[in-house]
């Protein structure tokens, strides 16, 4: 199958700081990745989708100008948590789509953010 | 996307065939049954998807009732690396839509 990468794989961070996650598909083109929060014993909640070269479509009660997303290429997406609080840790998972045709999601390793 | 049920837990002895189900009784016609499943701290994997008739993959089989308002994954012979949560999930093919996550079904293979 299609694989995704997540990097990094587990960041521990200050409260106030900025902290980047990068999604990649590393054997295909995604022309849609989608980012998603877990935290522990709860399921995968969906924070927002994001189409190559287009502003992301946030989901309800997720503040854009905190999780910022940028999808400036078919292979790479990123997601920034600005002014991180420790109410952010959690384990952030990113998706990545294929083009036309192509419908089954694949998921990265996730990311767990920890914010002291 | 229809919503699902899953039961909350299954336990499941080595070597035996596991069987989960999934309740979508009010899946739409054009609407695919989609598995993943994901072990503890890791990101879902994808098992196995289809929209009327039972597929089988190198991982599982995937068993869809007539009227398609309930199915069954099989893991035909459990190991212990199958213990994780189960997600079943119905959607339309191809719309490019998030894939929405219930709860799931948190199964655990004993030795």
């Known amino acids: 199958g299609a694989v995704v990468s997540q990097h990094p794989s587990r960041v521990i961070c200050k409260s106030g700081t900025s902290v980047k996650i990068e999604c990649r598909s590393l054997?295909?083109?995604?022309?849609?990745m989608f980012w998603y929060r877990q935290f522990p014993k709860q399921s995968l909640m969906l924070m927002a989708t994001?189409?190559?070269?287009?502003?992301?479509?946030?989901e309800q009660g997720v503040e854009k100008d905190k999780f910022l997303i940028n999808h400036a290429s078919l292979t790479l997406s990123t997601l920034t948590v600005t002014s991180a609080h420790p109410e952010d840790s959690s384990f952030y998972i990113c998706s990545a789509r294929g083009q036309r045709g192509a419908d089954t999601q694949y998921f990265g390793p996730g990311t767990r953010l920890t914010v002291l | 996307d229809a919503k699902t049920t899953q039961p909350t837990s299954m336990d499941c002895a080595e070597g035996r065939a596991a069987n989960l189900p999934c309740n979508h009784s009010t899946i739409s016609g054009n609407e695919y049954v989609y598995w993943y499943r994901q072990i503890h701290s890791q990101g879902p994997q994808y098992i196995i998807h289809?929209?009327?008739n039972n597929e089988t993959n190198e991982m599982a089989s995937l068993i869809i009732t007539e009227d398609r308002k309930s199915s069954t994954l099989i893991l035909p012979h459990a190991t212990l690396r199958d213990t994780a949560v189960y997600y079943c999930i119905v959607r339309v093919w191809n719309t490019g839509n998030q894939f929405y996550f219930g709860t799931g079904t948190s199964l655990t293979v004993i030795p």
């Open positions: 054997d295909f083109q995604a022309t849609t």
């Open positions: 289809g929209l009327k």
């Open positions: 994001s189409n190559e070269g287009s502003k992301a479509t946030y």
